[in-house]
């Protein structure tokens, strides 16, 4: 009668289930944004000529900062509750009255005034004479009402929401500038913004005339296992700099991650991969394993970004190094990451991963890592598992044990996460939204176009999959060593714009 007794490997199989906050993920994210922000102040620094003339001589015009009064719950007009939500304006490239106005969306993060002067919307904004406006999502940023993240005020963070936040913003601004109906709406949106772009256009086609969608996850997904296929993929394609020979030490390293684990050698790898305490119990080894996948689908995910050490050529560099072990090599990829990102040690607490996500503290710039979160467990799931057969990373990065965050944090049981992925498609239609006007652009190499719009769905509805490049790449500003693939993407998402906006005029012409 021993069937009880599991083997200590089927024993952390089960325990394992905890949490895949993805801790790593987050400080990558965060160096990203923060390295984006100092290209943007370069970029634009060196269009406005900054350089050579200091702010303060008054030949520049910093854009509008201001904020717009919102209810909370747009969906009851008795509830009396506000908030003040951020916005930018940039009307330097205005063709002023009647030129078009392009929106930038917000969300997953705060915005900050270089959203309206650095990136490719800015450089269609100049060529098409177009009013720039930006719009910060709700709980993000500084754009939160003064009772902040506790747990009750969550409830009134949803995309369903913040759709309505930009019908209010498009009112006003409307009144504001006295827009007629021949200044024609384009929005813009990058990953969840991307999603919003999408359907903001599909909710409300009488508001904004065509949309731009980069990178948008518009399929809502509990078990997101394509994730880490793509990230398999691109870690084995050359354009990228991967190899075979780089996903397979991958794998090999993360096989003996997992067999030191079910050895029970705790304390070796703590040592090896520089955690900073010890490694208490099943939770903490599950937050290692996801710490160290991290690594590899943050460089997947943000490769063009131009981080030298964050990319997949050179964590391939590191991985295919014939000096040493898979594993050793997989010690120094950690190492690197922990220099570069100016960690003294690996956090593995889960107990810390769950003070972090339940944090209501406030920050009013860079990522907001518990509003995200709460999205996922009401909104999308996007879970990135690794349970699949063709995943590189440890197997015990479960379904389950992501799930239970939403519960350990926001105390959202499975089934309603389950629920709501379901409801978020049934409502915004999926990879078949069977909107107009919407121009879904991704990259290949990108984990996140698994769930986006590849193919084109009718005349208007038009994908773009760019050979090569990574998450919202073609968001970025324009740069002499961008690939071809990119530059000719975005020539032809100008062009669409360009387009889009001469349809307009027709179409308003003829009234
Ligand atoms: C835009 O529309 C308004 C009113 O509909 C009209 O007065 C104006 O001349 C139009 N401008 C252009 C450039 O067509
Ligand atoms: C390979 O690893 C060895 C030992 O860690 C190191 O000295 C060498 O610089 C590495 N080579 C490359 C190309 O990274
Ligand atoms: C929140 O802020 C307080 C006070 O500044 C600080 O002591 C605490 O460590 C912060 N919590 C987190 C999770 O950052
Ligand atoms: C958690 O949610 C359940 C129902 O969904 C509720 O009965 C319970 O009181 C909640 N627990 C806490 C601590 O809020
Ligand atoms: C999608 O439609 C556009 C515009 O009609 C066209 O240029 C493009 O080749 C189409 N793409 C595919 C993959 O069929
Ligand atoms: C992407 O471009 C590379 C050359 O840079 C080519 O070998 C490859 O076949 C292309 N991939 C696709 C899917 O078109």
Redesign the pocket.
């Known amino acids: 009668m021993g069937a009880w007794k599991l083997s200590l490997g089927a024993w952390l199989l089960v325990l394992l289930s905890l949490t895949q906050a993805g801790r790593n993920f987050r400080l990558f994210r965060q160096y990203i944004l923060q390295h984006r922000e100092e290209q943007a102040i370069k970029e634009a620094s060196l269009h406005l000529g900054l350089l050579a003339q200091s702010p303060a001589s008054g030949l520049w015009n910093p854009p509008i900062e201001s904020t717009i009064r919102q209810p909370l719950d747009h969906f009851n007009r008795q509830d009396q509750l506000t908030f003040n939500q951020r916005f930018w304006i940039n009307e330097e490239y205005w063709q002023h009255?009647?030129g078009p106005v392009f929106l930038y969306i917000g969300g997953e993060s705060a915005l900050s005034m270089w959203d309206v002067l650095s990136g490719h919307h800015v450089e269609l904004a100049q060529k098409y004479g177009a009013l720039l406006v930006a719009l910060e999502h709700r709980f993000y940023g500084a754009s939160l009402n003064p009772d902040g993240l506790q747990d009750q005020n969550l409830m009134f963070l949803s995309s369903q929401q913040a759709l309505s936040d930009l019908v209010s913003f498009h009112l006003f601004i409307t009144q504001k500038y006295n827009l007629?109906?021949?200044?024609t709406w384009i929005c813009f949106g990058g990953s969840y913004p991307g999603s919003l772009s999408a359907w903001f256009r599909l909710k409300f086609p009488h508001l904004v005339f065509a949309a731009v969608s980069s990178s948008a996850p518009v399929r809502a997904q509990l078990d997101f296992r394509g994730y880490n296929k793509v990230v398999a993929d691109s870690l084995l394609n050359p354009v990228v700099g991967g190899s075979k020979e780089c996903r397979d030490a991958v794998a090999e390293a993360f096989s003996i991650v997992d067999s030191l684990i079910h050895a029970g050698h705790l304390e070796k790898l703590a040592k090896d991969f520089h955690s900073c305490g010890a490694l208490k119990g099943t939770s903490d080894l599950f937050e290692m394993v996801s710490n160290l996948a991290d690594i590899f689908m943050g460089a997947v995910q943000y490769n063009d970004e131009g981080v030298q050490w964050g990319s997949v050529a050179s964590l391939c560099r590191i991985m295919t190094n014939q000096t040493g072990s898979p594993y050793q090599r997989l010690m120094v990829t950690n190492k690197v990451f922990l220099i570069s990102m100016m960690q003294q040690c690996l956090e593995n607490s889960h107990e810390e991963v769950l003070r972090e996500l339940r944090s209501t503290n406030l920050s009013v710039s860079g990522v907001g890592e518990r509003q995200w979160f709460f999205q996922t467990c009401t909104e999308f799931g996007y879970y990135q598992t690794c349970e699949d057969s063709t995943c590189l990373f440890s197997h015990l990065i479960s379904l389950p044990s992501e799930l239970d965050i939403c519960a350990e944090v926001f105390n959202v049981s499975r089934d309603r996460v389950q629920e709501a992925v379901a409801f978020t498609n049934e409502y915004y239609g999926a990879d078949c939204p069977k909107a107009s006007r919407v121009l879904f652009v991704n990259g290949d190499i990108d984990p996140w176009h698994a769930l986006s719009v590849l193919r084109n769905q009718s005349r208007s509805e038009l994908a773009l999959l760019i050979n090569g490049t990574a998450h919202c790449a073609n968001m970025m500003p324009s740069r002499p060593t961008d690939p071809l693939p990119l530059i000719q993407a975005r020539k032809w998402i100008s062009a669409q714009v360009g387009e889009w906006l001469e349809l307009a005029?027709k179409i308003?012409?003829d009234?």
Not at 180 to 183: L, T, V
């Open positions: 009255p009647s007629m109906s021949n200044n005029q308003t012409g009234h």
